[in-house]
């Protein structure tokens, strides 16, 4: 049997690994899956272009893999499409995180780590399987399968995406892999899936490593974004893996997400992040504003931390593996957190993170009916938030371009139910603020501050995806930091990468295997 698997992943970003992990294990359940990347990408016509090449009598499925919670409508018309012209064919959306999009035509959705779950619908649907185990949430009462609830894929020890011709990876991509699943964290605000994990969720050091050595063999890939919720969770962890690494063939390059308070009080982990190349770093660091911080359970000292993230700067920078980059993620609405106090953060960034990068991006709150919601989701009165009123609402003018991405029901899906159906984002508002006034400062005055002065990447030279795109940019043009020895600089800027999308794009339509 057969079936295709959309990942919705854009211009400026990597093709994520979840729809080729779930490609690949079902495949060695005697399914004939294909993965088409980057469909957000994709014209209507080239989606249905590749879907009348591709769908036979063998077809059973369509799915859609998220890479949070993202739709449009081009998919939306596209899912109409398929479903008159191929009515029998099931639509299935996965991710790590709820739906919270708004669409007619999903079927079934599956939230967390898929692959057990999939499996079972799949039985259940096309080989007299046992019912699956799903909730009805929303207004249009979604079937939400979730998986970590009734079909763990996790511990997992075995997460090896095994990528095929038809998938035309190219040499200077950057992949994404997996080492763990879950976090051992469970911040307030946090929305992943599995959170609050206390034993070794980790993969087999040899699954890793043929991992790497299959993908350089055959495609030349050294670069890869490791998709862990975070990566140096545990240092002995870290220790599994630069062990592998240091004994390639090659020199591979790693970014992910760093916790920077374990790397501030664990001296133990540069060493080994640097041992395995590990030196894109994104660090949750959400508020330097230490009550906003403590209250969503990242409490380190502010100043402690501020100074630590210097230090561990100045450690990378001066090894002589020189291709180090840190980019800080805020959110700004946080309980506590005033606008005077972010510009305090705008300008430790003006004075201390110039040449790295950082972001800042408004709270987000789910509503609760979803699944796997965070605890400020869950009770969000208790940190001090009601929701925006229609007349609290109406004293802004939602048609600001400031305001696309919380209004805008094809980016997020925020705003009231009554706005996009089905909406799983609430407004919020405090006594200090609201996500209006929050989303309208951060686009306009922070984003303004990031723009204009020399934070990584430039403008100019803005590449794929965007965080490893500074990574990128940093060795490509940063001729004072020259790269390491064996390495050759990559050169992805965005036209290439747009060459390389039309490339692949053109090769997936016309592929006939
Ligand atoms: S915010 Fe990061 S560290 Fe905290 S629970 Fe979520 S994934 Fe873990």
């Known amino acids: 049997m057969h079936g295709l698997i959309f990942n919705i992943i854009s211009h400026n970003e990597s093709r994520t690994v979840g729809a ?38 063998n077809t059973k499925w369509i799915g859609f893999s998220h890479l949070f919670s993202r739709w449009s409508i081009t998919l939306e018309e596209f899912c ?36 057990y779950a999939i499996l079972e619908l799949l039985k259940y649907l096309f080989s007299n399987g046992t019912p699956v185990k799903f909730t009805l949430a929303g207004r249009k009462l979604k079937k ?73 063999d055959r495609f030349g890939v050294k670069n890869y974004i490791v998709a862990d919720e975070t990566f140096n969770d545990r240092l002995d962890k870290v220790i599994k893996y630069a062990d592998v690494v240091e004994q390639l063939p090659f020199v591979p390059y790693y970014a992910g997400y760093i916790r920077p308070d374990l790397l501030v009080n664990r001296p133990g982990d ?37 100074q630590g993230l210097i230090d561990a700067r100045q450690y990378f920078e001066s090894t002589n593996r020189k291709l180090y980059h840190g980019k800080i993620s ?43 919601p965070s605890k400020m989701s869950l009770d969000f009165r208790k940190y001090g ?3 925006m009123s229609p007349d609290d609402i109406a004293k802004y003018n939602l048609t600001d371009p400031a305001l696309r991405k919380i209004v805008n029901p094809d980016y997020m899906g925020f705003g009231p139910v009554s706005w996009n159906n089905d909406a799983g984002v609430m407004l919020w508002k405090n006594d200090i603020t609201d996500a209006l006034e929050t989303t309208v400062w951060v686009e306009s005055r922070a984003k303004e501050i990031r723009r204009t002065n020399h934070f990584s990447p430039a403008p100019h030279t803005l590449s794929r995806p965007r965080f490893v795109g500074a990574v990128e940019d940093r060795i490509a043009y940063c001729k004072e930091w020259p790269p390491i020895e064996n390495r050759d600089p990559p050169q992805n800027t965005k036209n290439n990468f747009n060459k390389m999308l039309d490339t692949y794009k053109t090769q997936k339509i016309n592929y006939r295997g």
């Open 270 to 306: 540069r060493e080994q992040l640097l041992r395995m190349n590990f030196l894109g770093h994104f660090y949750g660091v959400e508020s330097f504003n230490r009550p906003s911080a403590k209250v969503v359970g990242k409490g380190l000292d502010s100043e402690k931390l501020k």
């Open 20 to 57: 080729h992990l779930i490609a690949s294990y079902l495949r060695e359940h005697n399914w004939d899956i294909e993965v088409a990347d980057w469909a957000h990408t994709w014209t209507l016509e080239e989606l249905q272009a590749f879907a009348r090449s591709r769908i036979n009598k």
């Open 330 to 372: 805020l959110i700004a609405g946080l309980p506590y957190e005033t606008f005077e106090s972010l510009e305090n953060t705008l300008n430790w960034l003006l004075e201390h993170w110039t040449g790295h990068n950082w972001t800042m991006e408004t709270l987000v709150i789910e509503r609760g009916e979803f699944t796997q």
């Open 80 to 115: 109409v499409w398929l479903k008159i012209t191929w009515p029998d064919l099931v639509l299935v959306s996965g991710g790590n995180v709820s739906p919270r999009f708004d669409t007619n035509t999903i079927d079934y959705y599956i939230s967390g780590y898929g692959e």
């Open 144 to 216: 939400i399968i979730p998986a970590n609830d009734f079909y763990r894929a996790a511990p997992k020890h075995q997460i090896r995406a095994v990528y095929e011709e038809r998938d035309f990876i190219f040499q200077d991509e950057w992949l994404a892999t997996q080492t763990s699943r879950g976090c051992v964290f469970s911040c307030d605000f946090c929305n992943v899936t599995m959170v609050g994990v206390k034993s070794d969720f980790t993969r087999d050091a040899k699954d890793f490593d043929i991992e790497m050595r299959e993908n350089y």
């Open 385 to 387: 938030y009601e929701e």
